[in-house]
């Protein structure tokens, strides 16, 4: 088979590999359709030592398709089964998992290689992570569910509700997932962005109220303008930059919440009025990954067409050509690239 490895920073190899063999409790996945995904271009760029441990590696890590093996001891699945995989499987023993907060699992379990014919699914990934999809949903959505479950995650961790004011500052693929949820269960959404192609591809898609951050030297100000002065029930960052969380934090109205969704680069800080977070009762909170809840959740979503992330997908390339799409990504030219490994 076919495959991307990455070997390390700035190193993806197009390389032909073995198709993997299933061992006990492990199914092998034909994949179908795999989503570039923003993470991908930084973990590219500088490595990642928690989602890619050990390398060389398959890369890419949103996929869907098809059972194409089955090892021994699997009784949930069988050859032929229309799937899709999360990236990561919890250990179920930790004391988060305990908690019901899976994604913060202090044994978590990586997963990569959708950037190939075939992968390798291990046992604690299909015990916990991995769905059967309904006869309708094609794979090229069902990809989406890691995402999708991601910004799930994102806007509970806000506790949005119907009638809120959202502000999602970043109108990247996860910001617009983040804006297509909150809108879903009622909140007025605002999508803050940067002017030029994405933010109108944005607009056309209906998500939200898309608001140039040109318009105003201060994304707060900008926020508060346009709430009459009130600021925003929730801002969420899906920009990962640090002097956005500040201007997150500045823009939320009294009892607001802040969700710090993009992931700054290690070391980095920021500075929080502390007289506001205690007078005002702001809460500030972290929002990292997924849980096999809401993996099922995003599925079911997509599966019953209540949730259609269909407009994301701006370019639809072959497996040889993901270096391309990263690049793509890069340079602010894609929403979503689809790879389909069996298109020539």
């Given at each position: 088979m076919?495959?991307?490895?990455?070997?390390?920073p700035g190193d993806l190899r197009f390389e032909?590999?073995?198709?993997?063999?299933?061992g006990f409790g492990e199914i092998v996945m034909k994949i179908e359709a795999a989503l570039t995904c923003g993470t991908d271009v930084k973990v590219l760029r500088r490595g990642h030592p928690v989602m890619i441990p050990h390398v060389p590696t398959v890369f890419g890590h949103e996929f869907a398709g098809v059972v194409a093996r089955v090892g021994r001891g699997v009784t949930d699945f069988r050859e032929g089964d229309r799937v899709v995989a999360a990236n990561s499987a919890p250990c179920g023993a930790c004391r988060c998992c305990h908690a019901g907060r899976q994604n913060l699992c202090e044994d978590l379990l990586f997963v990569n290689?959708?950037?190939?014919?075939?992968?390798?699914?291990?046992?604690r990934l299909v015990a916990s992570n991995v769905v059967r999809l309904g006869p309708s949903l094609p794979a090229r959505r069902?990809?989406?569910?890691?995402?999708?479950a991601c910004a799930l995650l994102g806007i509970e961790r806000g506790r949005v509700e119907e009638g809120m004011t959202v502000a999602v500052i970043g109108h990247g693929p996860l910001g617009c997932l983040l804006a297509i949820v909150a809108a879903q269960r009622g909140a007025r959404v605002l999508v803050v962005g940067k002017p030029g192609w994405r933010l109108e591809r944005v607009r056309g898609l209906g998500i939200g109220e898309c608001l140039d951050a040109g318009r105003s030297p201060s994304l707060a100000a900008l926020l508060r303008d346009v709430t009459g002065g009130r600021g925003v029930d929730v801002a969420v960052d899906a920009t990962g930059r640090p002097e956005v969380w500040e201007q997150a934090v500045a823009a939320v109205g009294r009892g607001g919440t802040v969700v710090f969704f993009g992931g700054c680069a290690p070391g980095t800080s920021v500075a929080v009025d502390t007289r506001r977070v205690h007078y005002e009762e702001l809460t500030l909170v972290g929002a990292f990954h997924h849980t096999p809840a809401l993996i099922r959740q995003a599925v079911a979503l997509l599966e019953s067409e209540a949730l259609v992330p269909d407009g994301l997908l701006t370019h639809t390339m072959g497996l040889a050509d993901v270096p391309d799409a990263l690049g793509l990504m890069e340079r602010g030219q894609a929403l979503k690239v689809l790879i389909e490994p069996y298109t020539a």
């Open positions: 076919k495959a991307h490895v990455f070997y390390g032909e590999l073995p198709v993997p063999e299933p290689g959708g950037y190939g014919e075939y992968i390798a699914l291990p046992p069902a990809a989406f569910a890691e995402p999708l």
